[in-house]
């Protein structure tokens, strides 16, 4: 059996796909592996690209095209159905591996069931976006007081992918976190973060952007608070320390002096709107 499927998700990514494939060409690892390119419906270059590079990678290499819907959660279902390795891993279409990932996911995932890259945000960003983000940079991350495991550059045994549902399509964002949680409710999986595993993270940083993010995180974190927070303990603030969240978005506006801080304020107050909601569509109050 091949021990790991790295499954390569893309959709119209033709500007930038191509510095993420040259880090994949890089790869080496002894053990027996594949690669699946996964196209999610691009109107764009990224088909050709995918093909041409196939011949590039230092394993075998296949296109497969997923035209059924259009999300992430789709498309890494898509792969996952396809591998009939041991272990699977993902690899989103802007981000860039440094030498070494394969190697290390792969045999992390022969001690552990769920293992999470070290995430690296200052390769691909600005100085002052990447000062921003500390999200599993050092440890796990945590939803809700859980670890949790970025789905980019997360690798995963195949069996515990399929029986925990893979990801929720149903969700427009935060699928990961949702993944995370389920897995923690079973209680028998603990997530290993594999420091020597590092993906360099690309953020999008324009002010459309950031609120738009924002926003979708903000839904996502009422509708998992639905599914969830009774389940791992979580309760919603109280109104005094809601309205304190929003006030403290008042004196944040001097950060819209500069693009990196209005983008940054944008995310804040789209998250907190995101909120509002995602509790009215849930009908669970979580400001």
């Not at 399929?162 to 997530?191: K, M, N, Q, T």
């Not at 993906?199 to 459309?208: D, E, F, G, Q, V």
Request: aromatic share 8%; hydrophobic share 40%; charged share 25%.
């Amino acid at each position: 059996m091949t021990e790991l499927s790295v499954i390569l998700t893309a959709h119209n990514r033709a500007d930038l796909i191509e510095e993420t494939l040259a880090s994949l060409a890089e790869q080496e690892w002894d053990g027996d592996w594949e690669i699946l390119f996964v196209d999610n419906a691009s109107t764009d270059a990224t088909p050709e690209l995918l093909e041409r590079w196939a011949d590039k990678m230092p394993v075998p290499a296949t296109l497969h095209s997923a035209t059924d819907g259009q999300s992430c959660a789709y498309a890494r279902n898509a792969g996952a159905a396809i591998s009939v390795a041991r272990s699977i891993a993902f690899v989103d279409d802007d981000d860039v591996l440094d030498p070494g990932w394969v190697g290390a996911i792969a045999e992390a995932l022969r001690d552990h069931d769920y293992v999470a890259s070290r995430i690296d945000y200052t390769l691909l960003n600005e100085p002052a976006i990447a000062e921003l983000h500390s999200f599993q940079t050092r440890r796990l991350g945590t939803f809700f007081g859980v670890p949790i495991v970025d789905g980019a550059g997360s690798g995963i045994r195949r069996t515990l992918w399929h029986d925990v549902g893979g990801a929720d399509e149903e969700l427009a964002f935060s699928e990961d976190a949702d993944l995370g949680l389920r897995i923690a409710r079973r209680g028998d999986v603990i997530p290993y973060f594999c420091a020597d595993a590092v993906n360099h993270a690309r953020l999008r940083t324009s002010t459309s952007t950031a609120w738009s993010r924002g926003t979708r995180r903000g839904f996502a974190e009422a509708e998992l608070f639905a599914r969830h927070g009774d389940a791992v303990g979580v309760r919603a603030d109280r109104l005094p320390v809601a309205i304190a969240r929003w006030l403290r978005l008042l004196p944040q506006l001097r950060w819209t002096t500069t693009e990196t801080g209005r983008a940054h304020w944008s995310e804040a107050a789209g998250r907190r709107v995101g909120r509002l909601r995602g509790s009215r569509a849930t009908r669970r109050w979580f400001p």
